[in-house]
């Protein structure tokens, strides 16, 4: 009764947006950012654990998929192009962090790398018949020669050259890998639970990652954007390249949301 109760407002709520025209959309999606912002602003006083955040919301994401292989025995819905870009990032960083520093970051990337692969094995052999090959047809070079040419030319500078150039080819990936799995849900429309499960933690990743940038920003009243030991173009790239997937990633969190108050199991997209 009290959840019913709950859901009614928010039902009503999602209905008198979907009427609004799109510039009030528009303001309405800006405004709750920035409500967000500065919620987590005062409520979250130590900038690292924003990252924290994100690499945990991502390998929540990552169980959800390793709890629906096992136990429905199916990868439908999954794109194979996203996870392997997923591993190809999250490989480039743990190295480049092994080399640098350990710490709970590198930890978390291991952890998360290690169910990645296992995901890849998973779709590729053992559930291969069930994979929807045809749909996930997003050519994987279209995200990896660009972020490849950029972190080339835009990188941290540092001592090493490599793992700079590294760096920056993970951070630039991590920014696009999602597209082949949002490519695929378009193509097929309806989205089972674990899936949209799964993409929606990636969107919250995303944002606690993109509010780190924001807000150290802000803290350091813009002077953080041309730290000379990163590069004048480096920072600004990274913000960027978060802001360019968490608003690629908002369209569908809103679905999902949409979805999950008016208590429906599947996320459906607009044709």
Request: aromatic share 14%.
């Amino acid at each position: 009764m009290g959840q019913k109760g709950v859901q009614r407002p928010l039902q009503k709520l999602f209905s008198w947006v979907r009427k609004q025209s799109n510039k009030v959309k528009t303001f309405l999606g800006v405004f709750t950012v920035l409500t967000l912002l500065v919620t987590l602003k005062l409520l979250i006083h130590e900038h690292n654990h924003f990252f924290v955040l994100a690499e945990f919301a991502h390998f929540v994401g990552i169980l959800v998929l390793i709890y629906k292989l096992t136990t429905h025995k199916t990868c439908s819905g999954l794109s194979l192009k996203t996870q392997q870009l997923t591993a190809t990032f999250l490989f480039a960083r743990l190295f480049c962090s092994l080399q640098i520093e350990g710490d709970i970051h590198t930890i978390l990337d291991l952890v998360t790398l290690v169910a990645t692969f296992w995901l890849i094995f998973m779709m590729k052999y053992k559930l291969k018949s069930s994979y929807m090959a045809d749909l996930d047809n997003m050519k994987k070079y279209i995200v990896i020669v660009p972020s490849l040419v950029i972190a080339f030319f835009i990188h941290p500078r540092t001592n090493n050259l490599i793992l700079s150039i590294l760096w920056a080819f993970a951070v630039y990936i991590e920014g696009v890998s999602v597209l082949p799995q949002l490519r695929l849900m378009q193509n097929v429309k309806i989205i089972e639970p674990f899936t949209a499960h799964y993409v929606f933690a990636l969107g919250v990743s995303r944002f606690f990652s993109c509010a780190h940038w924001i807000i150290k920003v802000y803290d350091t009243s813009g002077s953080y954007l041309s730290l000379s030991g990163g590069g004048f173009f480096w920072i600004p790239m990274i913000i960027l390249a978060e802001i360019v997937q968490t608003f690629v990633l908002a369209d569908f969190c809103y679905y999902y949301v949409k979805s999950v108050m008016q208590g429906q199991m599947m996320v459906r997209l607009p044709a």
